[in-house]
């Protein structure tokens, strides 16, 4: 099956800092998705980005689908932002029925003010 | 718009006891609905999938069950549990957006601890 690699896995910043988080993967993919999951266990949609660029206040993404890669960036750091952020990839051959999306491991962001 | 909740949010349960946890989505029909475990460690294990009423697909053999009684209604159980079953359930439904593309939404999330 597909493979899907974050990095770093983890990650210490300052208040205020700029960090880049990025996810690998093995295959052509159809659908990308990146979540925040919060010291609470919820998990928050960030964005939809199979591929281009989006922004979305001081977080932003770029998917370059050919490359096989995705990254996302987080500017001007807050101690809000700590948590686990996931991608997550769906091939798209799995039937239209399932929509099974695959997980990478995460990467657990501190920050510390 | 959509929600989902679960229930409930925290539960501790003795080795051998029942399970069931519940997962209900508002604000739109005939979901795909979906349980997910995440262990200790973060990663987040597809354990059932369903479709429709009654309909179930299972991604992993183990000790957990699953059921759909009605159109926004997705079940979790277990006759009986193990430790190994401690870990954090999440349920996620798909909202499908034609060419905008398909996205997944998650619950609020039930930790489960067996002692």
């Known amino acids: 099956g597909i493979q899907v690699e974050q990095s770093p896995p983890d990650l210490i910043l300052q208040e205020g800092a700029n960090s880049t988080l990025r996810c690998n993967f093995s295959?052509?993919?159809?659908?990308l998705q990146w979540f925040h999951q919060n010291p609470w266990g919820q998990l928050i949609n960030l964005f939809y980005?199979?591929?281009g660029t989006k922004q979305n206040g001081r977080l932003s993404a770029t998917t370059v689908a050919t490359e096989r890669y995705s990254l996302l960036y987080i500017s001007s750091s807050q101690t809000t932002d700590s948590g686990v952020y996931f991608c997550?990839?769906?091939?798209?051959?799995?039937?239209?029925?399932?929509?099974?999306?695959?997980f990478g491991k995460g990467t657990k962001l501190s920050v510390i003010p | 718009s959509q929600t989902i909740h679960q229930w409930p949010a925290t539960l501790v349960q003795p080795v051998g006891s029942p399970l069931s946890l519940e997962c209900t989505v508002e604000?739109?029909?005939?979901?795909?609905l979906y349980w997910y475990r995440q262990a200790a460690g973060r990663g987040l294990q597809l354990l059932f999938y369903?479709?429709?009423?009654?309909?179930i697909s299972s991604e992993v053999p183990q000790n957990l069950s699953a059921s759909r009684p009605q159109d926004r209604q997705f079940i979790l159980s277990s006759k009986k549990l193990l430790l190994s079953d401690s870990g954090f359930y999440l349920c996620?439904?798909?909202?499908?957006?034609?060419?905008?593309?398909?996205?997944?939404?998650f619950g609020p999330g039930t930790r489960l601890t067996v002692l």
């Open positions: 295959d052509s993919v159809n659908n």
């Open positions: 996620a439904w798909i909202h499908f957006r034609g060419r905008a593309g398909n996205e997944q939404f």
């Open positions: 980005i199979p591929s």
């Open positions: 997550a990839v769906y091939l798209g051959n799995s039937g239209a029925g399932s929509y099974q999306l695959t």
């Open positions: 369903s479709v429709g009423i009654g309909q």
């Open positions: 604000g739109t029909s005939n979901p795909n």
